[in-house]
């Protein structure tokens, strides 16, 4: 039986892995199953290298629907973007972006079809990792820009503060879950797990911003 699988991949606190979900139930897609990467780069690592991406190469089957926000998720690198989407097509998967609501699927046999198809799919690849570098050079000349002014680069304000900061370390020392913890101080998931991984980087970033 064929199933549709959404895939995630969360790397900022704005993109949270419930708002991925409910703007594709929104746009009529039936879940089946989720599968999501917290904290990756879709610069840096291919679909392969993630704990979460890799396991769709086990998990979907001829005629299965892989589900992404837009292709940026499956990736932010030219080559590995259409090589992902290459793959799953000639393994019978359909895939479908949530945004702009593209479908790429190996079905159609016909030459010029094919054409428009791969035409699209590398101009989608190729926006996303332009996107990913436009986003780069902006974050350097702001560091430059800052150092200039003989200022100190403070990097992106954190989503919490200092007394929510605390909350979140005093949770983590009794064992709360990351979900439970998000739940209860109104951050993101995503920060909870940043918080966890290493605390003396949360409390120099809020240093950082006075807090």
Known sequence: MSKT??????????????????????SGFVIDEVVADHGVSGVSTTLRERLEGKRLYDKL??????????????????QDVTDTI????????VIKTVVNGMTFDGATQDPMREAVRDALIAFMAATAQAQAEATKEAQRAGIK??????????????????NTFQVVKEQLDIGQGASAIAK?????????????????????ALKRWGE
Do not use: C
């Open 61 to 78: 089957r001829h005629g299965d629907t892989l589900v992404v926000r837009w292709v940026d998720r499956l990736g932010r690198n030219y």
């Open 145 to 162: 820009a800052a150092k200039h002014a003989g200022g100190k680069y403070r990097g992106k304000k954190p989503s919490f503060s200092r």
């Open 5 to 26: 699988i959404l895939y995630a991949r969360v790397s900022t606190a704005d993109q949270t892995l419930d708002h991925q979900k409910a703007q594709a139930e929104a």
């Open 184 to 204: 209860l101080t109104g951050i993101s998931r995503q920060a909870v797990l940043r918080i966890r991984k290493d605390p003396s980087l949360a409390d120099e």
């Open 86 to 93: 290459r793959h799953f097509m000639r393994q019978g998967v």
